[in-house]
């Protein structure tokens, strides 16, 4: 709960709650509650920050209630460099999730990237895809949900090549291995 001052707008509100953290949704919600009923306003904050839509920069008006939902959350996993949850920001494509995982490991197998996608009731759908599909001006129309799941799978000749080295001691070489590493 924050003091309310006369003529805030909705910027003035997230400002003085210190702006958004990097977990948060693109969407607000503000609830308002009129005479004998309530209200509520949903507010793009890419279309009034990116665009510039100053009519969508409401007045604020004590009694409100300004939420702000957490980001839909899409899971890289593979050989990615940072496998992990990542935030779904606006219109975010397979390519730009791999590329917030710190991009492709050198033994990726780049012609094979499953993307599985939750479709409600227990049910999963897994799309195939390559580098050059992500790459393609078509696979930039399959952006990312919420709840998606993205695997690089490895090449086997990338991890064992990865993994390959020269050991040189005194007056003895030999071959060894290490797996690589996520």
Not at 33 to 51: C, F, H, P, T, Y
């Amino acid at each position: 709960a924050y003091d309310y001052y006369a003529n805030m707008s909705l910027l003035d509100v997230l400002a003085m709650a210190e702006g958004l953290s990097d977990a948060a949704g693109r969407t607000v919600q503000i609830r308002r509650k009129a005479e004998n009923r309530a209200g509520s306003l949903v507010i793009d904050l890419d279309q009034m920050i990116k665009d510039g839509r100053q009519d969508l920069n409401v007045g604020i008006k004590g009694g409100d209630i300004v939420y702000v939902p957490e980001a839909g959350s899409v899971y890289v996993d593979g050989a990615v460099r940072r496998a992990g949850a990542y935030p779904i920001r606006r219109d975010m494509s397979v390519q730009e999730a791999v590329v917030a995982a710190g991009g492709l490991e050198s033994f990726a197998d780049v012609k094979d990237v499953k993307l599985v996608r939750y479709l409600g009731k227990g049910k999963r759908e897994v799309a195939r895809l390559s580098l050059e599909d992500m790459q393609s001006h078509e696979a930039h129309k399959l952006k990312v949900r919420d709840r998606d799941v993205i695997f690089v799978e490895s090449s086997v000749a990338g991890i064992f090549f990865q993994g390959v080295g020269l050991t040189l001691g005194t007056g003895i070489f030999g071959i060894g291995y290490t797996p690589p590493t996520r």
